[in-house]
């Protein structure tokens, strides 16, 4: 017997005690909630002053799912939920978002290729990761699976939003409260980072993205546009080099690309990850 297996039997495990208190008889008593165990009290948990329990709940259940499934590293893959399938581009409803089809179809593809280079190394390395949505995000998941690969979907509870995309592997299939610990884990293990166009959300993620590592908070890692032509109509990159806001090698901490195969030949040719 191991150190950590004679330290786990000295207690009592916490699923027997929950299995016991379910037998507990119908009292007053038992039905108080200050009689719940505490970890099995929703109401408990979901008070304000538990915010901070509920945050650390967030960070460790994904670390803990994805470390058991010896997933080392990830392709990050920000990018638009309305962006339809090139086959749907009729139902687009602006005829920008028409055009911006293709996008969904380099997505599918680059996921496909880098899902093969993952196969390679078993899966632990290179493991498409999105947000679990629609659009570019469904695209990602899909070309993982085509691939005969997993992926990992991030997803988030928002009013409006729809279930995770079907193509996000089963068990890889996670849901957020807190966005912050939500980009956390987005980069967290993150070996390049690909942001296709989008909205507030993918913006959102860009800037963050770039502010940790332009500030060194993150190490630096490929970084890849992709649609020079939506990233220069949208950001005026140069005005804020112009004005000093940011420095002109800030520049270079991205790099645009038109395709899947570019990107690719782009992350062939980055030095090999430290880690």
Not at 27 to 36: D, M, V
Not at 98 to 111: G, V
Not at 197 to 206: H, R, V, W, Y
Not at 227 to 247: M, P
Request: overall charge negative; proline content about 7%; aromatic content about 10%.
């Amino acid at each position: 017997m191991t150190d950590e297996e004679r330290h786990q039997n000295v207690f009592r495990r916490s699923p027997e005690d929950a299995a016991v208190a379910e037998r507990d008889p119908s009292t007053p008593q038992t039905r108080a909630p200050s009689y719940r165990l505490a970890f099995l009290d929703t109401d408990f948990m979901l008070r304000e002053d538990l915010r901070p329990v509920r945050l650390q709940l967030e960070l460790l259940k994904p670390e803990i799912v994805m470390d058991e499934r010896g997933i080392r590293s990830t392709v990050v893959m920000f990018g638009g939920s309305r962006i339809p399938p090139p086959e749907a581009a009729d139902l687009a409803a602006t005829p920008t978002l028409r055009d911006l089809t293709h996008f969904y179809a380099e997505a599918e593809r680059f996921a496909y290729l880098v899902t093969e280079r993952s196969m390679a190394h078993y899966g632990h390395e290179w493991v498409i990761c999105t947000g679990g949505g629609p659009g570019v995000m469904e695209a990602g998941n899909k070309g993982a699976q085509e691939a005969g690969g997993h992926s990992i979907g991030l997803g988030i509870v928002l009013p409006h939003e729809q279930a995770p995309n079907l193509y996000v592997t089963p068990d890889l299939s996670f849901n957020f409260h807190y966005f912050a610990i939500r980009k956390m884990h987005f980069l967290m293990r993150a070996r390049a980072i690909t942001v296709f166009p989008g909205g507030f959300g993918t913006l959102d993620e860009l800037f963050e993205s770039l502010t940790l590592i332009q500030t060194g908070r993150m190490r630096r890692v490929p970084f890849l546009l992709f649609g020079r032509e939506f990233w220069e109509r949208i950001v005026n990159w140069e005005a804020l080099a112009e004005a000093g806001t940011i420095s002109r090698e800030d520049l270079d901490l991205f790099t645009y690309v038109e395709t899947a195969e570019e990107a690719i030949a782009i992350l062939d040719a980055a030095p090999e990850d430290p880690c």
